[in-house]
């Protein structure tokens, strides 16, 4: 066990973001797709473009409008150049790329790594894929004027099968090809994954693009599921994330249906701090001052484009009840977000211990409120599926906690029903199949002999790895309602 985590620390130190210069902060900006689907047409476009700016969006710093599906053509040119959808887009996307450009904008397009994109022109032809047009598509794009570039994963096996969620082929290279040919053009494109997560993007994704999706789409519709299942899914890779190179948690909901005005500010602050691309999903020419509000917040915005441009990590789950997730900005101090999974209001006490320090001065990052300099913990009230983020500075280190470990794959452990060992390789070996009545218990861990509480730290990979809202949310999670502690 302990080779394993020693060169998985090293891999993670060597992943670098692509280095186009791009992107050095996470993308922020505006897309269609959770507002029109793929029934954006072109006054629709304008609008949200000159919404990001009449709005203020744009001058905090939401800079792409980006396209999502729908808008290409379902045939090429008869010389094979990408085309745009004629009746959606009656002046073509040179004219668009203009006026998002006079604006003071950037323009983002939307392709795929496949034979065909996502999705249907009226439920029948199929929109246009870029796989074995890669270089003519890349200076197209170019050419009329792209800075930005979606890149999705339909069609990505063959012609017929819609989204491979277990693809028997390396995706991989379907990537750096197009990485290579937007190269090729001397234009700048940021270029943004969207394989969903399936190959584990965060592992190779660093020198390929600027951002990678790590999961499937959070909707539409969206519920509070998806923003579980997505942040459940960030646990193992938040330190893949990195000037030029970020998980990509997908849009932003704030402002649409299927979320309270609470589980807005949820995923804000959440995203924002895991240094997510903030991309803007709703109607802006319609959006109230609350959700302008948020997505405006300049102080949780600063959080995310900070320059050291590290992820808030997991730090603690206190189960089925509330997370603490925290990260280091580039001044020295750090941020925090607590997150409340209950479907109550309640109160929550933030224990210092969990990041590390013993007292620090805390400031409500929603609020800019400054609530001084505080010891051990600080207890506060928050919504039902609502968040809080601070900043704490001048951190006093705490002494980190010693832990003895003890390994699942102990030959003293006893294992029932299915659950079975099994080996990763020569020196690493995991116990599999615990749930639904099959378990394992862990022999001779040293309870103490003073009394009082300790602390249990479990390490634990979920295999169930689950695609979609209706599915069970990640299934069989390892909490503390499962372990009994017999003796401690
Ligand atoms: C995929 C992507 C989404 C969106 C749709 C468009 O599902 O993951 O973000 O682009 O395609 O059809």
């Known amino acids: 066990m302990a080779a394993w985590l020693f060169s998985f620390t090293l891999l993670s130190g060597s992943v670098v973001g692509l280095n186009n210069g791009l992107a050095r902060t996470p993308p922020m900006g505006w897309n269609p797709y959770n507002v029109y689907l793929c029934d954006t047409v072109e006054t ?12 203020g969006m744009r001058d905090v710093g939401y800079r792409y409008l980006n396209l999502d599906c ?39 397009l939307y392709s795929d790594a496949g034979y065909f994109s996502c999705d249907f022109d009226s439920g029948s032809d199929h929109w246009l894929g870029s796989l074995g047009f890669e270089q003519s598509d890349a200076n197209t794009f170019a050419a009329w004027g792209a800075d930005y570039l979606k890149y999705d994963n339909c069609y990505g096996v063959n012609s017929f099968d819609f ?44 020198s390929v693009g600027n951002s990678w999706r790590i999961s499937n789409d959070i909707g539409p519709p969206v519920s509070f599921e998806s923003l579980r299942r997505i942040i459940n899914q960030l646990v193992p890779i938040t330190q893949f994330a990195g000037p030029g190179g970020w998980n990509d948690l997908d849009l932003l909901e704030v402002g649409n249906v299927g979320l309270t005005d609470a589980e807005w500010r949820f995923q804000f602050a959440f995203w924002a701090a895991a240094k997510s691309p903030l991309i803007i999903s709703t109607d802006l020419t319609t959006a109230s001052a609350e959700v302008l509000g948020i997505l405006g917040n300049n102080r949780v915005v600063a959080v995310n484009q900070d320059p050291l441009g590290k992820s808030v990590a997991f730090k603690r789950r206190y189960t089925d009840n509330y997370d603490v997730w925290a990260g280091p900005l580039a001044d020295g101090s750090l941020v925090a977000v607590l997150l409340n999974w209950m479907n109550a209001q309640q109160s929550i006490i933030f224990d210092f211990a969990d990041v590390g320090l013993v007292s620090a001065d805390l400031t409500d990052l929603w609020t800019d409120t400054d609530l001084g300099t505080i ?3 600080f207890t506060a009230t928050v919504d039902a599926h609502g ?68 602390l249990l730290s479990l390490t634990y990979a979920n295999a169930d790895y689950t695609f979609y809202n209706s599915d069970c949310s990640n299934c069989r999670r390892a909490e503390d309602k499962y372990v009994s502690m017999a003796g401690l």
């Open 44 to 55: 629709q476009y304008r609008s949200a473009a000159h919404a990001l700016v009449q709005s």
């Open 70 to 108: 729908g808008w290409q053509a379902t045939e090429r040119t008869p010389s094979g150049t990408f085309m745009w959808n004629e009746t959606r887009l009656p002046s073509g996307v040179p004219a668009l790329a203009d006026y998002v450009h006079g604006l003071g904008l950037m323009f983002g």
């Open 375 to 377: 010891t051990a913990s």
């Open 387 to 454: 968040a809080l983020i601070y900043n704490l500075r001048d951190g006093v280190q705490a002494v980190p906690p010693q832990f003895t470990t003890y390994l699942a794959s102990a030959a003293s452990n006893t294992l029932t029903g299915a659950a079975s060992l099994r080996s990763l390789n020569a020196s690493a070996a995991v116990v599999g199949y615990i749930g639904y009545g099959s378990t394992l218990t862990f022999t001779g861990v040293d309870g103490g002999t003073s009394g009082g509480t300790k």
């Open 163 to 206: 989204a491979d969620h277990y693809p028997p082929i390396q995706e991989e290279p379907h990537y750096t090809v197009m990485r290579d040919a937007l190269q090729q053009t001397n234009r700048e494109f940021v270029y943004s994954i969207c394989e969903w997560g399936v190959q584990d993007p965060a592992r190779w994704a660093g």
